[in-house]
Nanobody
Framework: QVQLVQSGGGSVQAGGSLKLSCVAS????????MAWFRQAPGLQREWVSD???????EYKDSVKGRFTVSKDDVKNTLYLQINSLKPEDTAMYYC????????????????WGQGTQVTVSS
């Protein structure tokens, strides 16, 4: 059973940076895709980025150039470096993991972190 535990997040002013972490524990050898989603109040959870076993990354258009996803396989940790934060980035951020291919819809993921809040003020 894989568990995901998140840390990081917080409140920053526009233009600031944050780094989110997601530590995977348990039998992680079957995980081939790790992703970040976010959910703003009143909106659906949306895909932000993902990283595959081979290190290939994908990003939502609105975060390209500002967000960087990475992983440390030794530490079993997923990261999301968020730079040049905007008020519209305010949301609860979730990490997720799955076996097989990466998908941009939350319905394909059964492993989730507990979420961490990112709040950006203008």
């Amino acid at each position: 059973q894989v568990q995901l535990v998140q840390s990081g997040g917080g409140s920053v002013q526009a233009g600031g940076s944050l780094k989110l972490s997601c530590v995977a524990s348990g039998v992680t050898s079957s995980v081939s895709c790790m992703a970040w989603f976010r959910q703003a109040p009143g909106l659906q959870r949306e895909w932000v980025s993902d990283i595959k076993t081979d290190g290939t990354t994908e990003y939502k258009d609105s975060v390209k150039g500002r967000f960087t996803v990475s992983k440390d396989d030794v530490k079993n940790t997923l990261y999301l470096q968020i730079n040049s934060l905007k008020p519209e980035d305010t949301a609860m951020y979730y990490c997720a993991a799955r076996e097989g291919l990466c998908f941009r819809s939350e319905i394909h993921y059964t492993l989730w972190g507990q979420g961490t809040q990112v709040t950006v003020s203008s």
